[in-house]
């Protein structure tokens, strides 16, 4: 790059506990993705839409990808519904490189769509991918989006999601992330207009010395809005994870409803779990609450199961998948979850759980 602009540091709250301090961007030449779709070109624009939902850069990663980007824009027009769900799959090949994909999806009034967009690197590529999500729903609109990280054992993810929704519409982010070094996303949902819904689901599994690091904002600018948020994660070997999440209430907002939970297994004396929930509430006749846990697999789930002849090791995984399969079962329709659960398996034969 020809020029390394100034990173945060762990002394921002937004990167508090992150691994931002090993970041040296200079390290990186600028790349891109090699990026596969099926079901884009029916809905592609053929104009850039970026601004729509993030209309200022969240940080300086943001700013990078807005300068530095390769753009998929998507437009689902009035009253139209994507049969075929679209899916879009960028590979990181290349070693060395920092690369900024953004896709840009925008639902017309009463439209409908489920996207799916994949991030794939091997074991041997150290490279940097900083990914941009923008997601506008307009009235009565419906989108469904799932992030699935694949990445490799020495690639980095720095991403932003960032949805915006209109009156009455639906919006779901949901977030796989399995892969990577240090991965994180800032998941970022305002609610503008009267009776918008938001959902945000992501289950996460850091294992050996991975770490995956979540930050995420549920704003409520108008009255009776609602939103949901659930992210469960599990951590073992010397794998860390991070949550930190804030419900806003603004002064417009009467009767918004805004839930937010985020539960952690650790499946080892070495892993660690941080969870920061947060409330910020401007005004009154509104429905809150937040809810964070950090432990170990319950003892009394896993004595219930050995008393029934199951064996303990057998027992630990049962308990892991049970642990993940309400944000499983909550995926979109359409979504293949088999591959998912058959990932989550492998890292737990990773950690000798079986």
Partial sequence: MTTTPTLPSTEEEIWRYSRIGELNLSDFTLGTARTETVGVDAWRSSKSLAGIAMTTPADVFAELNAENGTEIALTIPKGKIAEQVIEVVHHIDADGIVAYPRLVIDAEENSEVTVIERFVSNDSIRSLVVPVLEVRAAKSARVNYIAINELGAKTWQIGHQQAVGHRDSTTRLNTVALGGDYARMRAEVRLVEQGANAQQLALYFASQTQMHD???????????????????????????????????IGKNAAHAEAFQTNRNLTLGDGAWAESVPNLEIETNEVKCSHASTVGSIDEEQRFYLESRGIAPDVAERLIVFGFFND????????????????????????????
């Avoid at 992210?231 to 994870?241: N, Y």
């Avoid at 979504?335 to 000798?352: C, M, Q, S, Y």
């Fill in 214 to 248: 979540f930050r995420t904002l549920q704003i409520h600018e108008a009255p009776r809005t609602h939103s949901d948020l659930l992210f469960k994660g599990a951590v073992g070997g010397t794998a860390r994870s991070v949550y930190t999440g804030l419900i806003k």
């Fill in 327 to 354: 944000v499983l079962d909550r995926l979109p329709r359409g979504i293949d979850t088999a591959p998912l659960r058959a990932a989550v398996a492998a890292k737990l034969d990773a950690e000798g759980v079986k």
